[in-house]
């Protein structure tokens, strides 16, 4: 049974305001973006030798320390491992990748198989019209309770009474010519404006800002499900989507408590997918595998996620952003990471999200030359020293750091003199945990609770942070507590 149109419509505010808070403009000419006079550009120039070309693995080496942040309240130890060569690692340049119909149709057809994909719509029946009409009346002539909802704020309230009143309006010209059947239309691959799919009391209040999108349905497992795609050139934000169908879903079907889990199964059948869906090499990024991707509590209720990185030869991309948040800049460095998450449910898929698609422009260098590692873990602990106590979400009179994992992956970073373009280079990430403790020494807990109020777990309070990334290429910092 399908959710009503003024119930949805509630929610689609909420979700219209997450999404056009993320876009950011693209600027009109490149910006030069390059800070160390021209060493990195020499760099790229530099080939590795024949054998870290083939592939040898480092000696490697383990690094300890120990210090505090220069303000003294949090206190930092290094103990990790060098990690091992990857083989070759090249400089790429790439940018956004827009998607086709095509893809769209592809990825559809490896979660669906050769079922029936129809187009999504929101298209009403004379008779679901007439219930939202009521719906919306009822909520409008109760003020009262329209002051509530929008927290006490009476102008706000009427600015929403005053939209409701057009969305009304709007229903009741579509009333007109509505019929008491909605009809389902093979999807046919093509992209729309989003008004396309709305419902008429939306799409009447729609403003177009480029945003173009495919949206279809389809059934696997007899769970509905929606497929989207949205791209807007003039950002070129682009990012694809499949999840379960609440319109025609109850609490039960989404919220039951799930069994045991096959993790190996599960991530059999992701790379299985993704490979059908024709999007290149992956991997599954291993800690994040068993993650509920909701709240602790779900992970007694049979939700699993899992991340999933692409892979260039042997180097994975970064999953990490860059830093550069001034929107003054170029945008292209904060564009990343690419990746795909996938959600499961009971074992079997649920929901399936497409960031920040990257298409390869052309290789830069097949096999560039590394900084050895001790000068990259150098640079990281001077940016180690500048981490603020508020980096760490707990409270406590102790916070320690722990930096325990370094890895070599592809990040982004800027292009110079390119408003279309950016690089991924090799850098050198750094990871480790942040805990805090009490006035006496002991760890602090941190306690969740369940839909009763009462704790359903309790856990020590420390959190998996992400310290520094240096470029392999020419030392330069990519992300740091001390960048910019």
């Known amino acids: 049974m399908r959710t009503s149109a003024f119930t949805r419509s509630l929610a689609a505010l909420a979700a219209l305001v997450l999404l056009l808070g993320g876009c950011q403009a693209t600027p009109e000419k490149g910006v030069v973006t390059s800070k160390n006079d021209g060493v990195f550009e020499s760099a790229l120039e530099s080939t590795a030798p024949p054998a870290s070309a083939a592939g040898q693995e480092a000696e490697g080496g383990v690094y300890t320390d120990s210090f505090e942040n220069a303000a003294g309240d949090v206190s930092v130890r290094v103990e990790l491992t060098e990690p091992e060569a990857a083989g070759a690692a090249p400089v790429l340049q790439v940018r956004p990748m827009a998607f086709t119909g095509q893809q769209a149709e592809q990825i559809a057809r490896a979660l669906f198989g050769d079922g029936p994909v129809y187009e999504y719509t929101e298209q009403m029946t004379r008779g679901e019209i007439e219930q939202t009409i009521l719906e919306i009346r009822q909520f409008i002539g109760d003020w009262d309770t329209m002051v509530y909802y929008y927290g006490g704020d009476e102008t706000l309230a009427q600015k929403a009474k005053e939209d409701f009143e057009r969305r009304i309006a709007d229903l009741e010209r579509a009333y007109q010519t509505a019929s008491d059947t909605v009809e389902q239309v093979p999807c046919a691959w093509e992209f729309h404006s989003p008004d396309y799919y709305m419902s008429p009391e939306m799409a009447g209040g729609y403003q177009d800002d480029g945003t173009r999108e495919i949206k279809a349905t389809a059934t696997l497992d007899g769970v509905p499900y929606v497929l989207g795609v949205s791209e807007n050139p003039e950002t070129r934000v682009h990012f694809l989507y499949v999840c379960p169908d609440e319109r025609f879903l109850s609490g039960e079907q989404t919220d039951d408590a799930g069994g045991e889990q096959d993790v190996e ?220």
């Not at 990185?309 to 001034?326: E, K």
């Not at 009179?397 to 990040?411: C, I, K, N």
């Open 265 to 484: 199964a599960m991530t059999a059948w992701a790379l299985e997918a993704v490979e059908k869906m024709g999007l290149g090499q992956w991997t599954v990024v291993p800690d994040s595998i068993g993650q509920a991707g909701i709240d602790p509590y779900k992970r007694d209720q049979g939700y699993c996620q899992m991340s999933l990185t692409r892979m260039y030869g042997s180097i994975p991309a970064a999953q990490y952003g860059t830093g550069v948040q001034d929107p003054a800049q170029q945008y292209a460095a904060s564009y990343g990471p690419e990746m795909i998450e996938l959600q499961f449910y009971n074992g079997r898929f649920r929901q399936m999200w497409y960031y920040n698609a990257t298409q390869t422009v052309t290789t830069v260098n097949e096999n560039v030359e590394l900084i050895p590692f001790s000068r990259a873990l150098e640079t990281a602990e001077e940016q180690m020293k500048m981490i603020p106590r508020e980096w760490v979400s707990f409270e406590g009179a102790d916070v320690r750091v722990t930096a325990d994992r370094a890895e070599l992956s592809l990040a982004c970073v800027p292009m110079k003199d390119s408003a279309t373009d950016f690089y991924l280079v090799p850098a050198y990430a750094f990871f480790g945990t942040a805990a805090a403790y009490d006035e006496d020494g002991r760890q602090v807990m941190s306690q969740y609770l369940g839909p009763d109020g009462q704790v359903v777990q309790e856990e020590p309070a420390q959190e998996t942070v992400f310290l520094a990334a240096v470029n392999a290429v020419d030392g330069s910092v990519i992300y740091g507590p001390g960048l910019g």
